[in-house]
């Protein structure tokens, strides 16, 4: 499979915004669920935002109202804008393709067996 390839971190204050992108070549034009999962130090791993091949989203209760996931399938590209940030949004994120549930993209059943290397976000 493709890589997938996270970029967009990076430090910001509280209340500050960030959009995080994925280049996701292969995956877009295919059966595949996309999302963002999220990884900080010594917490469980958790699943962000997810988003299917007709643009329906889900997203967990932590980030509702401040997250927003979109796609551009013309440019095979995965995109999260965080808003609002908090410290506690800090976490390594990648993105996550998932045939496994497609096309029940629920942010709470994808798997991560696609993912990307992840790109930091520090929120201070």
């Known amino acids: 499979h493709v890589q997938l390839v996270e970029s967009g971190g990076g430090s910001v204050q509280a209340g500050g915004s960030l959009t995080l992108s994925c280049e996701a070549p292969g995956y877009m034009d295919r059966n595949y669920c996309m999302g963002w999962f999220r990884q900080a130090p010594e917490k469980q791993r958790e699943g962000v935002a997810a988003i299917d091949r007709d643009g329906i989203t889900s997203y967990a209760d932590s980030v509702k109202g401040r997250f927003t996931i979109s796609q551009d399938r013309a440019k095979n590209t995965l995109y999260l804008q965080m808003n609002s940030l908090k410290p506690e949004d800090s976490a390594l994120y990648y993105c996550?393709?998932?045939?496994?549930?497609?096309?029940?993209?629920?942010?709470?059943?994808?798997?991560?067996?696609?993912r990307g290397q992840g790109t930091q976000v520090t929120v201070s």
């Open positions: 996550v393709a998932d045939p496994s549930v497609f096309p029940v993209c629920r942010i709470g059943v994808m798997r991560t067996d696609y």
